[in-house]
């Protein structure tokens, strides 16, 4: 059986000046809260499809710990030191091989 899901998409228009520059509608500047000097990312999909996404401090917030390491987990600096010890045993240990006794 196939279900059928209805998905509201809701559709705003603007135009690209003869600058490239693009006007984003009021409607959707208050809804996620974009202001003058807010950053957009323009996203490109595969399928080509162009997302915007704005940099709002509410959008990095929502972002904030999602990079934390799980329980048992190191870091990813705390792993990255780990490997530069170990670099550096291993290059002591091949130079020690070399220095006369």
């Known amino acids: 059986m196939v279900e059928f899901v209805e998905v509201e998409e809701i559709v705003h228009t603007a135009y690209i000046t003869s600058k490239g520059q693009l006007v984003v509608p009021a409607k959707m500047r208050r809804k996620y809260n974009i202001k003058p000097g807010t950053r957009i990312n323009f996203i490109e ?57």
């Open 45 to 101: 999909e595969p399928d080509g499809k162009i997302v915007m996404q704005p940099i709002t401090p509410e959008a990095i917030r929502s972002l904030r710990g999602i990079l934390k390491p799980k329980t048992g987990e190191k870091s990813a600096t705390g792993q990255l030191l780990g490997d530069r010890t170990e670099d550096r045993r291993r290059e002591e240990a091949r130079l020690a091989k070399h220095r006369p006794r």
